[in-house]
């Protein structure tokens, strides 16, 4: 017996690792863009995360669909017929156990997906004092702490940078800086140039 392994059925199991993927790609694709070095593209999918608890739901169910499925015992048939035929990989439970790990891994990567994102060197040369200005800048499509990174990541690469802490939850990032070295407008572009959009700029 197949244990209800038919084509739809792989379907379904391969909508599941689909909506495990989705669910994370707003996260996944900053790292790609990053790594791609074509960063601008990394805010695309921001529009998913409101999504990502149907999609979540979705790769949940579906799984626990499959493993129902693969689980329940076979019908027993009243023909002397080969019914002991080993299924291929595919039908397997290591083959389930292996999609099910790459789901959870899918579903779980915005809570690490800042440990890939090079770690931001700030100016560690103490500047003059008057030359200190600390700003905060609100900022549009970030939703994961992935994305945190990714812009204290570009914003660390201009020269004069002391500082910078973002959060997605707040939608900023406070910027403290030399400013005889690096200006406003060079802060915005760098934050623009993630994909993600600035929306407000306040002096502190």
């Not at 391969?14 to 790609?25: E, R």
């Not at 973002?166 to 400013?179: E, I, P, R």
Request: aromatic content about 8%; overall charge positive; charged content about 15%.
């Amino acid at each position: 017996m197949d244990n209800g392994e038919t084509p739809a059925a792989r379907a379904w199991l391969g909508a599941g690792v689909v909506s495990a993927i989705a669910a994370s790609l707003c996260c996944i694709t900053p790292l790609l863009a990053i790594m791609a070095g074509t960063s601008g593209i990394a805010a695309s999918f921001s529009w998913l995360e409101p999504l990502r608890p149907y999609l979540v739901g979705v790769t949940t169910l579906v799984l626990g669909f499959a493993w129902y499925r693969k689980l329940k015992p076979a019908r027993k048939t009243d023909c002397d017929c080969e019914t002991n035929l080993k299924p291929n990989f595919m039908q397997s439970k290591a083959f389930l156990s292996l999609v099910t790990v790459f789901a959870a891994v899918m579903l779980a990567f915005p809570s690490y997906a800042h440990v890939f994102y090079p770690q931001a060197q700030n100016q560690q040369v103490a500047p003059n004092q008057a030359n200190v200005q600390t700003v905060e800048i609100k900022i549009k499509g970030m939703t994961c702490a992935g994305c945190e990174a990714h812009v204290n990541s570009e914003v660390s690469e201009l020269a004069g940078i002391l500082k910078v802490e973002t959060s997605y939850a707040n939608g900023n990032t406070l910027v403290q800086f030399d400013k005889s070295k690096t200006g406003v407008k060079q802060i915005e572009k760098a934050v623009n140039a993630t994909g993600y959009k600035v929306t407000e700029i306040k002096k502190k």
